[in-house]
């Protein structure tokens, strides 16, 4: 199994530069996600990763392979990478079957191909051609023909995004699984944080032409980096907090840190919605908004703080919250996780962070 190291990437698209020092690390066997609004530049990543598009400079290597450096490149068709486009872009005339088996060597091609629509889930549909198999079974025959020559890693740029919300999330863990199984490095691009929490063992967040941080799902979403990773990852409670002797004094108490040894000083808490139980006990706050979703409630709540700043917050709830207007108890559970403004510059080096980060709710992505 051979990983992926993208070293300080630079890429433009005529004067204009997409990629700005861009670092990614993949190891052999992992699935990756890499999370970015649209535009952000993911696919021109995949692109130079792939063989498609050059690098201005800076490294792409795969197992210990230099595929290119900014001045000479391996071949695309050289690279033994696999690609997944958004559409599939599957041959119209060719079967399941013959898409598939399209460039392996006659003598394994059978095998091989029975072997793929098993592991992807479409045994006993071979035959069929593109335009007799729904969305997702045609997503299916795209990675099973990505994967047929048994590629060093696989790029997915945004494969499953064309399908309705139920099909993505079955179709996603089944990817993740089949890839899994077949032993592959992977790397997934998409705007879905849901779907780069389900699919991965690393989530990288870009910003800017670079990823700002690269860690386990759970790590990302709890400890962030900086409050744009904190966003990025869902709602996010930024609560102005100030820290001593382990725990972050707010608006809501004092509450315990995600990291005892955070300095002395002042700085924002994240809290995520779900942190928040609402009763009769803890600190009181006037609901603004309720929202049903089938499975939850939303609440907006308005706080006043020491000295009367105001913190809007968001609850996720089970039961029915009290009505708009209505006074509610808040208690934290868990340990908040300080963003601190040294931790905010290491994030950016070159961003400006001095800054009061708005202590608002993020917009639902
Ligand atoms: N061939 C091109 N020529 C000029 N500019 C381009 C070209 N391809 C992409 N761009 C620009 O480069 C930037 C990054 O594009 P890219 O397609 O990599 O983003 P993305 O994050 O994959 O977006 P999406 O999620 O919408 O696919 C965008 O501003 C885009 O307009």
């Given at each position: 199994m051979s990983g992926l190291t993208v070293t300080d990437l630079h890429a433009q698209h005529g004067k204009a530069?997409?990629?700005?020092?861009l670092d990614l690390t993949v190891g052999g066997g992992e699935l990756a996600a890499v999370l970015g609004p649209s535009g952000c530049g993911k696919s021109t990543l995949l692109r130079i990763v792939a063989g498609f598009h050059a690098a201005a400079s800076g490294t792409v290597a795969v197992g210990g392979r230099v595929?290119?450096?900014?001045?000479s490149r391996v071949r695309a068709e050289q690279r033994r990478i696999g690609y997944v486009p958004q559409d599939g872009?599957?041959?119209?005339?060719?079967?399941a079957a013959g898409n598939i088996g399209f460039?392996?060597?006659?003598?394994e091609r059978k095998a091989r191909v029975a072997e793929l629509l098993e592991l992807v889930g479409l045994?006993?549909?071979?035959?069929?051609h593109p335009h007799q198999l729904s969305g997702g079974q045609q997503q299916r025959v795209a990675l099973a023909r990505a994967l047929a020559p048994r590629p060093d890693l696989l790029l997915l740029d945004?494969?499953?995004?064309?399908?309705?919300a139920q099909l993505r999330i079955e179709l996603r863990a089944e990817v993740a699984a089949a890839l899994r199984s077949a032993g592959a490095t992977a790397v997934l691009v998409t705007h879905d944080v849901d779907e780069a929490l389900a699919f991965a063992d690393v989530v990288a967040v870009m910003r800017d032409g670079r990823i700002t941080q690269a860690d386990a799902p759970d790590t990302l979403f709890?400890?962030?980096?900086?409050t744009h990773v904190a966003r990025a990852l869902g709602e996010a409670n930024l609560l102005a907090a100030t820290f001593a002797d382990g725990e972050a004094r707010t608006a809501l108490g004092t509450l315990p840190l995600t990291?005892?040894?955070?300095?002395?000083g002042s700085g924002t808490v994240l809290l995520r919605p779900r942190q928040l139980r609402l009763g009769d006990e803890g600190v009181h706050a006037t609901v603004t908004a309720v929202h049903f979703r089938g499975h939850d409630h939303r609440v907006e709540l308005d706080l006043v703080a020491d000295g009367g700043r105001r913190e809007r917050l968001v609850a996720y709830t089970d039961t029915a919250p009290p009505g708009p207007g209505s006074s509610v108890g808040v208690t934290v559970v868990g340990a908040a996780h300080a963003l601190t403004p040294a931790g905010e510059a290491a994030a950016?080096?070159?961003?400006?962070?001095?800054t009061v980060p708005e202590r608002t709710v993020a917009e639902a992505h």
């Open positions: 530069s997409v990629l700005t020092g595929l290119d450096d900014g001045r872009a599957l041959f119209p005339h060719l079967t460039g392996l060597p006659r003598a045994g006993g549909l071979g035959d069929r945004e494969p499953f995004s064309a399908l309705d709890h400890r962030p980096v900086d990291e005892p040894q955070t300095p002395s950016r080096p070159e961003a400006e962070t001095a």
